[in-house]
């Protein structure tokens, strides 16, 4: 079978990490900055970064509705961090004129897991996706505080404030938390798990 096409959306954020963890599944990487390179590609990924300046620069460079319709119309799409935001149907603690695709039935909360602990390490359990525990890095992250019928939460993480959702899946869409594409080493389990089984 030919190797799969995946996009990273390029506009703001730590594109070169997810292309390179792509290159790693033994799929090709190809950037996505204009409308027309959703066209071309298998699936995408939308990188952490800030979700409000991506938004902006979505519709400044009209990719916002064209990749929101091809998201309804069923392209596999990975958000991490400020990826989930964008996806998220409803945003807790978002900018007060921010906007999100809204393709994904979740509240998730922006910069959830408060001040003190801005960006932290810890181990997750990835059991449900088949991949082996790893390292996960979570960097002003957010958490999914409620999510639809059609969603499955796929891994949680616990706070003082309890357990939190952290990866999830609803159809052809998987968010996640924290940044599966730092890792200390090659294993990638979450981004194999998308470009094998979500975008399949
Ligand atoms: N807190 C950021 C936001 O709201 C997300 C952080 C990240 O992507 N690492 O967009």
Same mark, same amino acid.
């Given at each position: 079978m030919a190797s799969k096409r995946i996009g990273v959306l390029?506009?703001? =954020?730590?594109v070169r990490e997810h292309v390179h963890a792509i290159s790693q599944c033994d799929a090709i990487a190809t950037l996505v *900055?204009? !409308?027309?390179?959703? *066209? @071309?590609?298998d699936a995408l990924i939308i990188p952490g970064g800030e979700s409000t300046t991506i938004s902006k620069l979505l519709k400044i460079f009209e990719v916002f509705e064209p990749l929101q319709m091809a998201i309804e119309d069923g392209l596999p799409v990975f958000g991490t961090c400020a990826g989930m935001i964008l996806l998220a149907k409803n945003i807790i603690d =978002? @900018? $007060?004129d921010q906007e999100t695709? !809204?393709?994904?039935d979740v509240t998730v909360r922006r910069n959830a897991f408060g001040r003190q602990v801005d960006s932290f390490e810890t181990e997750i359990d990835l059991s449900q996706i088949g991949a082996p525990n790893a390292t996960a890095v979570f960097i002003r992250a957010p958490w999914i505080e409620r999510s639809g019928i059609g969603v499955e939460i796929l891994a949680t993480v616990q706070s003082d404030s309890g357990s939190h959702a952290v990866l999830a899946r609803e159809g052809k869409q998987l968010v996640s938390s924290? $940044?599966?594409?730092?890792?200390?080493?090659? @294993?990638?389990g979450v981004h194999q798990y998308f470009i094998r089984e979500v975008a399949s």
């Open positions: 390029a506009l703001q =954020g730590d *900055r204009k !409308a027309e390179d959703l *066209r @071309s590609i =978002g @900018s $007060h695709l !809204a393709t994904m924290f $940044h599966p594409e730092i890792v200390d080493n090659e @294993s990638y």
